[in-house]
């Protein structure tokens, strides 16, 4: 069964510093991964997704993220955090080509932005 | 667009009551899911449909049953409401397997 680690269930970051938030991945078959975002008291929205096509994957807001199969890891990365970008993170992976397909989450990453 | 719609946005139970959480999608999505989602904890699946028709167990099932007679309403029930049940509810859903799930805005669930 897939399932997903996201290391540190808390980052901070200086306003205008590198955000980088940690997801190792479990998977019998090529995964499909993604990152959400959640804002406080909102549910969850889609900042980008790998389906097995370029292993570089740009989201929305300045987000992007790596597929590295060798370490089984999907980080998300922002060159510059912005005050905005505070909010909780969430990894997930889809075995797509499983017939009983579903969708597993990390435990999520709360991120601060320091001024 | 509408998009998916979860009734009530928040409820306060008595131990032991059942209760009934709506989902409703317009999105024609084949796959449903439910998720609960506590402090620490992230968002643990509890109940999935891949498509009408067919439902499967999470990784939280325990207490609680779900029914798929169609492919827009995904219910969850809580038969008999313990407080360890209090949460947050999402449910979500996808176009197809391998692709990005959906949510709606949550149901507040406080057992008492």
Redesign the interface.
Known sequence: AQSVT?LG?HVSVSEGALVLLRCNYSSSVPP?L?WYVQYPN?????LL?Y?SAATLVKGINGFEAEFKKSETSFHLTKPSAHMSDAAEY?C?V?E?????????????TRLHILP | TAGITQAPTSQILAAGRSMTLRCTQDMRHN?M?W?RQDL??????IH?S?TAGTT?K??VPDGYSVSRANTDDFPLTLASAVPSQTSVY?C?S?A???????????TRLTVV
Do not use: P, V
């Open positions: 996201q269930s499909y993604f909102q549910g969850l929205q889609l997704k389906t969430f997930a889809s797509g080509m499983n017939r009983d397909d579903k969708i597993i989450f990390g435990k999520g | 796959a899911y998720y620490g904890l992230g968002l643990r699946l999935y891949n499967g999470g990784e999402f979500a996808s197809a397997q391998g692709t990005e799930a959906f949510f709606g805005q949550g």
